[in-house]
Every structure is written in C-alpha cells, then in structure tokens.
C-alpha cells in the first residue's frame, strides 16, 4: 500500500494537531524508510517479478528488521521514547505514533499476498488486496479521500503557501501512485531504493514545510 499510509498520516493529525505532518508522516511510513536502507546494504531483499502481483511487480523475499510485526512494535517503541525525548512530550502523543508504526503491518497485511512476517523467520501473511487492481485503487483513493477530510477539519492555511502547497502535494502524491500503477517495471533493485533513500526525505521535508503554512482549527 502507498497512499493509505499517507492517508493514515492526514487523519492523524485530529488526534495530535501538536505533532508537524511530516512526523506523522514518517511514522505511517517508518517500515519503507528502514526498508530501501536495509536492501541497500544487502540486509534485505527484493527482486523484481512481474506478475507477482497484478498490483506491483515486486517480489519482497525478505524484509524481516523493516516489516514484521514484532519489530515495528520495537521500532513503535524507540520513535515514541525518541519523540518523548526531543519533544518532551508523552501520553497521546507517543500513542498516535506507535499506532501509526503498527498501522504500516496492517494496511500491508491487508495488500500483500502472504510476504508480511510476523517476526523474523516466522510465519508470513497477507490479504492479497494486490490480486485486484480496481480494488486497490478504490480502497486506497477512499483512504485519501478521508483523511484529507479529518486534515483539512483539523487545520487551515495560514497563506497561500499552506493552502497550494497541500494541493501540489496530494496532486503529486496521485502522480506518483498513478507511475507505480501504470508504468513500467523498475528498472532495477538499485533503481528501487535510491528512489526510496531519496524520495521520502524530499516529500517529508515538502510535508513539514506546508504543514507549517497551516493551523489548528
């Protein structure tokens, strides 16, 4: 899933209107940022198969540290202490982020054929939403759809900036989902995680900058 995670993030904001986008960003997707560090450094893997799913043409063989339930509750443990620290804040705060963290098992639980491990070297397991390209975008687009909804209830620009940015933004996001539907296979591994080791810091440091053209309601 890619747009649900996002999606996740926007309608996080209700429950911590405190907290930047980009952090609730980057917990929702905490698992795809570990995740193209650990296939760069060969801890990781990924090849490329098309028809592996109808969906993506990724074949995730393993991916144990970055998205196994057991260690995103870990990872949920250290980004909701490692907040605490920074912020000094705690309570509904770190709860939203560990939500967040463990939400990204189960929207991937959900869309992966059974690839999801429970814990390293465990048991694997998966919906296959993938199987189905009408039903992934449907589900996805109605994620978007709400939490866009509960951000924008939340918060409202500041100046043109807040208000065009956010809509360059989920226009860009669209974009981007729309290539990773209907485009060509990646052109290789190494093609997957520069996009992914670049990519994501980019769009959090977009989100962190409209968020701060916006304000609570």
Request: net charge positive.
């Given at each position: 899933?890619?747009?649900?995670?996002?999606?996740?993030?926007?309608?996080?904001?209700?429950?911590?209107?405190?907290?930047?986008?980009?952090?609730?960003?980057?917990?929702a997707q905490l698992a795809d940022i570990l995740?193209?560090?650990?296939?760069?450094?060969?801890?990781?893997?990924?090849?490329?198969?098309?028809?592996?799913?109808?969906?993506?043409?990724?074949?995730?063989?393993?991916?144990?540290?970055?998205?196994?339930?057991?260690?995103?509750?870990?990872?949920?443990?250290?980004?909701?202490?490692?907040?605490?620290?920074?912020?000094?804040?705690?309570?509904?705060?770190?709860?939203?982020?560990?939500?967040?963290?463990?939400?990204?098992?189960?929207?991937?639980?959900?869309?992966?054929?059974?690839?999801?491990?429970?814990?390293?070297?465990?048991?694997?397991?998966?919906?296959?939403?993938?199987?189905?390209?009408?039903?992934?975008?449907?589900?996805?687009?109605?994620?978007?759809?709400?939490?866009?909804?509960?951000y924008l209830r939340s918060t409202c620009a500041?100046?043109?900036?807040?208000?065009?940015?956010?809509?360059?933004?989920?226009?860009?996001?669209?974009?981007?989902?729309?290539?990773?539907?209907?485009?060509?296979?990646?052109?290789?591994?190494?093609?997957?995680?520069?996009?992914?080791?670049?990519?994501?810091?980019?769009?959090?440091?977009?989100?962190?900058?409209?968020?701060?053209?916006?304000?609570?309601?």
């Open positions: 899933m890619f747009i649900g995670h996002f999606a996740l993030g926007f309608a996080a904001k209700r429950a911590a209107p405190q907290m930047s986008l980009a952090t609730l960003f980057g917990a995740w193209p560090v650990l296939v760069a450094t060969g801890v990781e893997h990924v090849r490329i198969d098309s028809g592996n799913t109808a969906f993506t043409p990724l074949d995730f063989v393993s991916y144990p540290y970055s998205h196994s339930l057991a260690m995103l509750v870990l990872w949920a443990a250290v980004l909701g202490l490692g907040y605490r620290y920074v912020s000094g804040r705690s309570g509904r705060a770190m709860g939203v982020l560990a939500v967040l963290v463990l939400s990204h098992w189960i929207l991937d639980w959900i869309s992966h054929r059974p690839d999801m491990p429970l814990y390293p070297g465990g048991p694997r397991f998966g919906l296959g939403l993938w199987n189905s390209i009408p039903a992934t975008i449907v589900v996805e687009l109605a994620m978007l759809t709400i939490g866009l909804w509960f500041r100046d043109a900036i807040g208000r065009w940015s956010l809509n360059l933004m989920v226009v860009v996001l669209l974009l981007v989902y729309l290539l990773n539907t209907a485009g060509r296979p990646p052109s290789s591994v190494t093609a997957i995680w520069v996009a992914g080791v670049v990519g994501t810091p980019l769009l959090l440091a977009w989100s962190w900058w409209t968020d701060r053209h916006r304000q609570a309601r």
